[in-house]
């Protein structure tokens, strides 16, 4: 059997059975019932909403994860399927397997959904279409993650009332961060302008229409902020003396948080570093939402399993 990948569509398409592995394809519609259906599961309960059998659905983790992995599961198992949790350090890929077989050999085991997390030199949306059992990407290498960029999207909606029109700024390392790279493709797809500060070579080569080297008048323009980790495992040759230069120029504190509106949203999808990205004063910020984007993910999740397996 073989399937699509999320196609470009102006009306709400059907998810079930389709692979998620990026947001470019998702239009404002489906977007829109995704999360019509996340806040649902949070006002009505899981039990109200889903009403199928159980279902199989298989998590392969292969990077580190603790949100991500955490509220797959959760939201697997408040909706009533089952999981069986494949994670890189017991997997067979420490034999040499590659991503290819690892997942050829799960969904010959015949799962109803494939979670992957990986960041090794394989593409899902190749993989994808030698399987017959639907895949989500949980996170892959530096190019997207798709969940993550629905959350967010979600909790801007629900913390800001709305999506068109929000300034987002994305402080830090945007060029190698996967949430970034899905925030940019949602974001722009549904009417938000998204900037991004810090040094030039942490730009991302699109997706984002202003950039700022100061991150004061990145504050002062933006209303939601979203610091983003420096992903050191992905740099090369970068010392500590140019971090330190880096994070006194480009991190959250209460000084330079003075410029940001007083109903502006500070975000960080996680994991977070205290005293690096942001500091211990911003985690106590009445502006911060980092909460509710954990929150928030369990529901998203909740929704896209729905949706691709059909049970809502
Ligand atoms: N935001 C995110 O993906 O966090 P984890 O790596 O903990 O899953």
């Known amino acids: 059997m073989t399937r699509t990948l999320i196609p470009v569509s102006l009306f709400q398409m059907s998810l079930v059975g389709k692979s998620l592995i990026d947001l470019n394809s998702l239009d404002k519609t489906t977007a829109h019932s995704l999360f019509d259906l996340a806040l649902q599961i949070e006002l009505k309960g899981w039990q109200k909403v889903y009403s199928e059998i159980p279902k199989l659905i298989a998590l392969v983790f292969l990077e580190p994860s603790t949100r991500t992995t955490t509220s797959f599961e959760m939201a697997a198992l408040r909706s009533g399927h089952k999981v069986v949790n494949l994670l890189g350090d017991s997997s067979s ?11 050829l050999t799960l969904n010959a085991m015949g799962p109803d959904l494939i ?5 090794l030199n394989e593409r899902l949306a190749d993989i994808d279409r030698r399987l017959s059992s ?3 990407s949980a996170g892959e290498g530096v190019s997207g993650h798709p969940t993550q960029g629905l959350l967010d999207a979600y909790t801007i909606l629900k913390e800001r009332g709305k999506i068109e029109g929000e300034k987002v700024l994305m402080v830090g ?5 996967r949430v970034a790279a899905s925030n ?8 938000a302008e998204v900037a991004v500060c810090g040094p030039e070579e942490w730009y991302p080569s699109q997706g984002a229409t202003h950039t700022f080297l100061s991150l004061k008048e990145a504050l002062e323009w933006c209303s939601v902020c979203m610091a983003l980790r420096i992903q050191k495992e992905r740099h090369i040759g ?3 003396t140019s971090y330190k230069k880096l994070v006194s120029s480009y991190q959250l504190n209460s000084l330079s948080l003075r410029a940001l509106r007083k109903d502006g949203i500070i975000m960080h999808p996680g994991p977070f570093n205290r005293g690096v990205e942001l500091t211990d004063e911003v985690l106590e910020d009445a502006r911060l939402r980092i909460w509710h984007q954990v929150k ?3 529901f998203i999740r909740g ?4 949706k691709v397996l059909g049970v809502v």
């Open 134 to 136: 639907p895949v989500i």
């Open 303 to 306: 929704a896209v399993i729905a």
């Open 296 to 298: 928030n993910g369990v």
């Open 184 to 191: 940019m493709e949602l974001l722009n797809n549904l009417g």
């Open 173 to 177: 390392d945007v060029a190698h961060s």
């Open 238 to 240: 970068t010392d500590e």
């Open 115 to 119: 979670v992957v997390r990986h960041g």
């Open 93 to 103: 890929i420490r034999k040499g397997e590659t991503l290819l077989d690892t997942l």
